[in-house]
């Protein structure tokens, strides 16, 4: 009886502990979010975004509003890391976060729901994996990679590939590597962020993957054959970066696309 007594004042106070950890962090959530919402938009990031983010012209006032909201709350939700001695710079997570939330125009997005942090090493980074692949294989041979999405919940990024995309490359790691993180959104499906309906994305998606089987195209990567996921996030780099391209020779996956994202990339 004195032990029960005893677990339970332990159990009681370990539940209380826990119960004041999360009060503080709902609490200092909410004084963030109140910061964020009284704060101005510094006008030396809008300067810099309108200088490196040439696709923010095509915004109207009221999208260009949305965006700056966007980019504050993904700076005050999610955490940028610098990774193999990049030290980060204010500069370098404002474009980062701006390029990002350029996806989030869609009036009901959530700026990345569930994504906690985002890693930047300098130039494309070495990973060694020790899962399974699809056949069962341990392929633990180290290998260079230019981004990757981890299950919703972390980004890593080369920043040397970032600054390409920023300067017009057809590769764009931070949206391939974005888009990823929509797919998570929906755990149900696979190639295809949250949407109300699937009709017409899975129609659509479908068509143009099949095409891809059959005919390499000279504006998707044929890297987008691995399957829906990686076709998504291909379709998404050549949508942002080469819109014109796409929509000239893909026009329904280009259609598709600018009715998700609400931005026409094409000139
Ligand atoms: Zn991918």
Known sequence: M????????????AMGLFAAVVCVTYW????????????????????????????????????????????????????????GGL??????????AGFACLMLLRPDAYVFRGLKSVLVYPA???VRHH????????????????????????????????EAALDGDAVNVL??????????????????PLLPDYTRWSKVMTAEFKALK???????????????TEFFAVATEAYFQRGTELRLLHPP????????????TSD
Not at 177 to 192: R, S, V
């Open 2 to 13: 004195l032990i029960w007594d005893w677990t339970i004042g332990i159990v009681d106070f």
């Open 28 to 83: 200092r959530r909410r004084q963030a979010r109140r910061r964020r919402e009284l704060a101005p938009f510094p006008p030396h990031w809008r300067a810099l975004l309108e200088r490196r983010l040439v696709l923010l012209r095509r915004l109207t006032p009221d999208q260009r509003r949305l965006h700056e909201k966007r980019v504050m709350e993904f700076l005050t939700d999610i955490r940028l890391l610098g990774r």
């Open 87 to 96: 030290e980060l710079t204010e500069e370098m997570r404002v474009l980062i």
């Open 124 to 126: 494309p980074f070495w």
């Open 131 to 162: 899962e399974p692949d699809e056949l069962g294989l341990v392929n633990d041979q180290p290998e260079l990679r230019l981004g990757e999405s981890w299950n919703g919940e972390r980004v890593v990024l080369s920043w040397e590939d970032v």
């Open 175 to 192: 949206v391939h590597e974005f888009a990823h993180q929509l797919d998570d959104e929906n755990p149900e499906t696979e190639g295809a």
């Open 214 to 228: 059959q005919r390499s195209s000279q504006v998707l990567d044929d890297y987008g054959l691995e399957g829906p």
């Open 253 to 264: 996956l280009y259609e598709l696309l600018r009715d998700y994202y609400r931005i026409e």
